[in-house]
């Protein structure tokens, strides 16, 4: 069964360091999303992308936050300066034309 | 952004008991879906709701899609115990929206053999 699948499962990084997360989506999927799960808490949207662009973006998306399409398979969320507040769980998820998202396992990352 | 309350917060309960839980909205969805979460995991999409008033089963899952477009209900009959998780529900589109998902604050639910 396709799924989504992502690396690494647990990323630990220094505050103000660069990280890149990684994404493969469902193949025949078209829209892809970043979403985040601060522990404990419910799952918060970053961002969405289609046809090689953001589409919608939150809040908490600021300019911290990229993300890119580089071929035709990864979908990445890069931080480029982490603080500690950004230590979650990520989430990619991609959807068909149906709306249904799927998600993948999730990266944990940690900011020390 | 648009919110969704979901209630109750946690559920205990004993194997074989039914299980109902809901979320409800300020505004209005044009899809319902519930996820469930297990431990470390990702969510996992359970049933998927287009349309107002639509019911759908998926096994012992009975899901429905408010008349008002701003709740859905999940129940769970004869519960076993690897049903334990944490249940969200998520609205997509709709008044603002677009294709996010808007989570609720999910449901811990525990089954007792």
């Known amino acids: 069964e396709p799924e989504v699948t992502q690396t690494p499962s647990h990323q630990v990084t220094q505050m103000g360091q660069e990280v890149i997360l990684r994404c493969v989506p469902i193949?025949?999927?078209?829209?892809f999303y970043w979403y985040r799960q601060i522990l404990g808490q419910k799952v918060e949207f970053l961002v969405s992308f289609y046809n090689n662009e953001i589409s919608e973006k939150s809040e908490i998306f600021d300019d911290q936050f990229s993300v890119e399409r580089p071929d035709g398979s990864n979908f990445t969320l890069k931080i480029r300066s982490t603080k500690l507040e950004d230590s979650a769980m990520y989430f990619c998820?991609?959807?068909?034309?149906?709306?249904?998202?799927?998600f993948g396992q999730g990266t944990r990352l940690t900011v020390v | 952004g648009q919110q969704l309350n979901q209630s109750p917060q946690s559920m205990f309960i004993q194997e074989g008991e039914d299980v109902s839980m809901n979320c409800t909205s300020s505004?209005?969805?044009?899809?319902w879906l519930w996820y469930k979460q297990d431990p470390g995991e990702g969510p996992v999409l359970l049933i998927a709701l287009y349309k107002a008033g639509e019911l759908t089963s998926n096994g012992r899952l009975t899901a429905q899609f408010g008349i008002t477009r701003k709740d859905s209900f999940l129940n769970i009959s004869a519960s076993i115990p690897s049903d334990v998780g944490i249940y969200f529900c998520a609205g997509q589109g709709g008044e603002t929206s677009g294709s996010r998902l808007t989570f609720g604050e999910g449901t811990q639910l525990t089954v007792n053999p």
């Open positions: 193949s025949n999927h078209l829209y």
């Open positions: 998820a991609s959807s068909g034309d149906s709306g249904e998202a799927f």
């Open positions: 505004s209005i969805f044009n899809t």
